[in-house]
């Protein structure tokens, strides 16, 4: 589990690697051993038990919600993993704190750098309004979320996430936590193989993790990529010039760009949707359909259904009922291909590929990448 | 949650012992800069590795062995069901 040392990665004591060490650790092993072991519980223990006095098992969530809210084995279980999460942030949080001065002081140097043309470029928007489904709570208990500020010129949340989701997956996205946008990118060329994008833009690009595959695949396209969060854009563009890339970053908001109709080729998102309510992800497809160009792409890496195996949807949603994951459920339940339908491509576009999740399938086996390609002409127009 | 902080630091501060150890093992003191700089190598964080899911089994061990009798004990004769 070794993250791959960049300019903008904190620099760590040796008792603040120890730490992340046994925090990595407790989550694999949670995950790994624990949560098996409380399915195995559930199925030999609890559906008999409940089959006895109820004549069946447990037939829907709520049911399962009584019988799984009652077994100290759950709310072992529960109290393991939240805790654990609040751990990982204090723990990582205390070393971003500590070097936050020197951090903003490279980030700044990166993006005089990176506003020279070539090298890319950074535009913040300080007036963009926050959606409220974004400002009303920190994402997976992520102090502050993506988007609160609290130095001038701030990088906090961009070097608590980098190193955070490094140990949440205890180093399973890789070096550059960068797995998923990996396979992203090689999903969109296996699907359309005659893909040649000028340009590509990736929506809720955060800390660029799955926006610099994109480079790595297509390395004749210029690179786009938004976010609601300043301290995210920031972050990211810096890392970017660190690791060699450039990319153009600006902060908007993916329902609403300001980019003109037909500006990309491709347009990507990889773990955005679940962070976003439904009526929000419909208008971002819609806003993809507006800014592809006839035989462009839309790919979001994300869940690809919910289960609907009682006990899985419980368990499903235990982060949205106690790791602040309150959307999670919407990306689950989309409706392919009618949401892309209502959005403007054709139902014959709709593509899905599923992609097992590398680093926690045993609880998220229904992940993958899917989108739509807009028809080279128009229907629309010609009918 | 007490107790995984506790844990997390007893690990930390087990780490750091070992990594004064492995100092004086290669006739070094364990001055401040050589602990910081010590980089363990494959054996050594092999061991680390095993030490630290030894003492993450023992802190969970209740929730790995769902028949034992605590667990049973406590859900038994549960009114609600």
């Not at chain 1, 990306?331 to 892309?340: A, H, I, M, N, V």
Request: charged share 25%.
């Amino acid at each position: 589990m070794t993250q791959l040392k960049h300019a903008m990665l904190i620099d760590e004591t040796h008792d603040e690697r120890a730490r992340d060490a046994f925090i990595a650790s407790l989550r694999e092993f949670t995950m790994a051993e624990i949560y098996p072991t409380l399915r195995e519980h559930y199925r030999k223990v609890l559906v008999p038990r409940y089959a006895e006095r109820h004549g069946g098992p447990p037939a829907s969530v709520d049911r399962v919600r009584t019988v799984m809210e009652e077994s100290p084995l759950y709310m072992g279980y529960s109290l393991l993993v939240r805790g654990t999460q609040e751990l990982l942030w204090d723990t990582v949080g205390e070393a971003v704190e500590r070097q936050l001065p020197a951090l903003i002081e490279k980030a700044s140097d990166a993006s005089a750098k990176a506003a020279d043309g070539k090298k890319g470029s950074l535009v913040l928007d300080p007036s963009l309004p926050l959606p409220n489904y974004t400002a009303a709570v920190d994402i997976h208990v992520m102090p502050g979320g993506f988007h609160t500020e609290i130095a001038a010129e701030d990088v906090f949340a961009g070097a608590l996430y980098d190193r955070g989701v490094h140990l949440f997956a205890f180093g399973g996205l890789g070096p550059l936590n960068d797995e998923l946008g990996v396979a992203t990118a090689a999903a969109v060329r296996k699907q359309f193989p005659d893909i040649a994008p000028a340009r590509i833009l990736d929506l809720g690009c955060g800390a660029g993790h799955a926006t610099l595959p994109l480079a790595d695949a297509f390395p004749d396209a210029e690179i786009h990529g938004i976010d609601l969060a300043a301290p995210m854009l920031r972050y990211a563009s810096a890392r970017a010039s660190s690791l060699g890339y450039a990319l153009h970053l600006s902060q908007q908001d993916a329902t609403k760009t300001n980019y003109p109709d037909e500006s990309f080729d491709l347009i990507t998102s990889t773990l955005l949707l679940h962070e976003m309510p439904r009526p929000a992800i419909l208008a971002l497809f819609r806003e993809c359909h507006r800014l592809l160009r006839p035989g462009g792409v839309m790919a979001h890496h994300d869940l690809l259904r919910w289960p609907e195996e009682p006990f899985d949807a419980f368990m499903m949603a235990w982060t949205t009922r106690h790791n602040n994951e309150p959307y999670e459920r919407a990306s689950g339940t989309l409706k392919f291909p009618e949401d892309c339908v209502a959005a403007g491509f054709d139902a014959a576009d709709v593509f899905v590929v599923a992609q097992p999740g590398a680093y926690l399938e045993e609880v998220y086996q229904v992940s993958g990448i899917r989108g739509a390609r807009k028809r080279l002409q128009d229907r629309s127009l010609s009918e | 949650m007490m107790i995984l902080a506790l844990a997390t630091e007893v690990s930390a501060l087990r780490e750091r012992l070992d990594t004064h150890e492995q100092l004086a093992a290669a006739g070094r003191l364990p001055e401040p800069g050589a602990v910081e700089a010590y980089a363990p190598d494959a054996d050594v964080e092999a061991a680390r590795a095993a030490a630290r899911r030894s003492l993450i089994e023992r802190i969970t061990r209740v929730l790995l062995e769902p028949d034992s009798p605590r667990i049973r004990a406590a859900t038994a004769d549960d009114p609600n069901e």
